[in-house]
């Protein structure tokens, strides 16, 4: 296999295909059929059919938080806070965005009022993130105070539309700063629909990080560190997906969080814990046979994934199709469904 570098995950994307806002109904998105060349156009709610008596989704039950949060300095400078991941006893851990970076020890007045008190980088005196100590429970201060950390590419402050569709109908466990995109189309009628044609349903959790966003700015993918991000593969989901396969049906992947979380699981052995994984072209999935995905940002590790598991050449074929047919892309846009293609022997 040639050796890839970033700019092979490249592409042009008008400006206004970027969605600014979901559609109007979960399902109503489109669904890009990308199982063979050429692609099939379809909308979300043809998904159930598209799929066979048997099969399994495992989806990411993780729930955003409203993790951005405003505050000054003892100054009066202006900073903002972006926690990625919640440490317990009052402690987080956040990006901070500030005209000049406080020394540890200084407590930083929040809006709210509250306080985050700065006790140094994270995970140690190199790091790129910083911790805090809050002055109550993180999570109750964030739902009370905070706003909804929505991706830099939408361009509005957050609403309440944001607050109810920037989550999914399933979420259930706090932690992600991110939404798993691919499953903000499901909605009742599909999920109902599912269980009438016996399509099984498990879950699983990887609080989605802000790293998600980042693009590869390396030479060679080999140079770049993912972000670390904690996930957790529960029993139930791990005896659903053994007795999927005993049976002859397909493991399907609701979202890039749920491959990278179900194939850590397999390459460690680990259902717990934390996973900095990086999906390239010629890695050997394990666990998942289908892929229901957004559209993602050039140059991401996620363009990455997917090209890993469908094929390079065949998702930029579909990338081109899905411009010129005037798809939505990113968070709030449509979706395709992946086949995960054989490696060359």
Known sequence: MRPFTPADFDFALPPELIAQHPAAERSASRLLDGRTLPPVDRVFRDLPALLAPGDLLVFNDTQVVKARLYGEKPSGGKLELLVERVLGAREVVAHMKVSKKPAPGTVLAMHGGFSATLLGRW?????????????????????????????????????????????TVFARHPGAVAAPTAALHFDQAVLADLDARGIGRASLTLHVGAGTFQPVKTATLAEHRMHSEWYDVPPATQEAIARTRTQGGRIVAVGTTSVRTLESWAASGQARGDTSIFITPGFGFRVVDLLVTNFHLPKSTLMMLVSAFAGHDEVMTLYRHAVANRYRFFSYGDSMLLERQALPS
């Open 123 to 167: 995970p140690d005196d190199e790091g790129a993130l910083f911790r805090f100590a809050f002055s109550d429970d993180p999570f109750a201060l964030m739902e009370r105070h905070g706003h909804v950390p929505l991706p830099p590419y939408i361009e509005h402050g957050d609403t309440a539309e944001d607050a109810r569709r920037y989550q």
